[in-house]
């Protein structure tokens, strides 16, 4: 019989990657959070080209991947629907749904309010209460967040988001007096987008740079507070290159690069094997888990036990690229790359799009290049309805 305990460590354990490579050699080391779902990418068009959207051509889904990009936005309105099985190789019932949108408002066409709600299921967990019979429960993560942007100049924008988050993984051995209880958190999030169109040749080209910083808030404390967990705070930062082809046709070529700002949690085997390293290696932990969120930040810019190197290896990147014709048909690729001792997150990823003046659909298909990967196969489907094409459409009746 599968425990909740075991689904939850496996789950944490496929959203980061494998670790059967480095384990024996005791270096795989990744940064350890709570509510790691948020960590997901909800939509088809940014899963796609790698996981990346920091700076590319705003959409509906901008919320998660860098909502300043919503006052630069051409529809007055957007609305998109996401979905995502999850695991699928090991299971049916673990999926991910995402709702996000924007509104444009104001007469001067710089400004948008924005929000999302994703809902993180674990499916039907059942678990042996040591001869007291079998409990299901049904474990599930999920955010809900608003935002607001604006343009500050006609090239730059920012944006700002606040988000509640509510992570239920619990059961209860009511024959133990053991009962575990749901975590909240409160978080913030604040970007930048930046964007100008140079001239190469006779080609007006479009070059864009944005930055999002996610998650900054308060801890998730799990089981009444015993057990706190860092939010998974990242920084990502982008840049986004469009050139027309032809008449209708453009490409752009991306690049993301991130980083979570959480401290990474003290090893025992970092530490001298004997008694005074024990003590250090008891301090360390304790300083850890009572570290604030907001120091953790800058603590895991040099907390690595390896110095710049062991840095630079929690740095993930991700490039893709993008043919649109027309902004009516789509076809994109890309790849992921998150060091092998932080997690060996590596996969290809394809995907296409259709628009119509009214709605958009995407798809993506996620081909993972580490050995044995549950992420493989991954497959993803978004649903947009733009607002000025329903406005167009209802106004003429």
């Not at 296409?352 to 990967?373: E, I, K, W």
Request: aromatic letters at 14%.
């Amino acid at each position: 019989m599968i425990s909740l305990r075991h689904i939850v460590a496996a789950s944490g354990i496929a959203i980061f990657g494998s670790f059967a490579a480095y384990s024996q050699k005791n270096e795989f080391n990744p940064v350890q959070t709570g509510v790691n779902s948020l960590g997901i990418a909800p939509d088809a068009r940014g899963a796609s080209m790698g996981d990346l959207g920091a700076a590319t051509d705003p959409d509906a889904n901008s919320q998660y991947w860098n909502p300043s990009k919503y006052a630069f936005a051409y529809s007055r309105g957007a609305v998109s629907l996401s979905y995502t099985p999850w695991l699928r190789k090991l299971v049916n019932d673990i999926f991910l749904a995402n709702v996000a949108g924007y509104w444009k408002i104001g007469t001067e066409d710089n400004q948008a309010v924005s929000a999302s709600l994703r809902y993180f299921s674990l499916g039907e967990v059942t678990d042996e209460n040591g001869g007291m019979g079998i409990q299901s429960v049904n474990p599930y993560e999920m955010s809900f967040d608003i935002g607001y942007s604006r343009k500050l100049s006609d090239k730059f924008s920012m944006g700002i988001v606040f988000r509640y988050i509510y992570s239920d993984l619990s059961f209860s051995e009511s024959y133990a007096d053991d009962s575990s209880t749901g975590a909240s958190a409160f978080s913030a999030d604040i970007s930048g987008y930046y964007t100008t169109y140079p001239i190469i040749g006779r080609n007006e080209c479009q070059w864009s740079w944005g930055f999002d910083i996610s998650n900054i808030g308060s801890k998730v404390n799990y089981n009444h507070g015993d057990n706190p967990a860092f939010l998974p705070t990242n920084f990502r930062l982008g840049t986004s290159f469009t050139y027309p082809l032809a008449d209708y046709h453009n490409l752009s070529l991306n690049l993301d690069l991130n980083k979570l700002l959480v401290p990474a949690k003290p090893r025992r085997e970092d530490y001298a094997d004997d008694t005074e390293g024990e003590i250090d290696f008891v301090k360390a932990e304790e300083d850890w888990q009572n570290m604030s969120p907001i120091t953790g930040i800058f603590k895991s810019f040099s907390d690595a036990p390896g110095g710049m190197k062991e840095e630079l290896r929690e740095i993930s990147w991700s490039l893709g690229a993008e043919y649109n014709y027309n902004d009516q048909f789509f076809l994109r690729g890309g790849y992921f790359y998150q060091n092998p001792t932080k997690g060996n997150l590596q996969y290809f990823a394809l995907g296409a799009g259709f628009a119509l003046n009214v709605l958009r659909l995407d798809a993506s298909y996620m081909v993972a290049t580490a050995q044995n990967s549950p992420l493989d196969q991954t497959l993803r489907f978004t649903l947009t309805f733009d607002m000025d094409g329903l406005k167009e459409i209802f106004g003429k009746r």
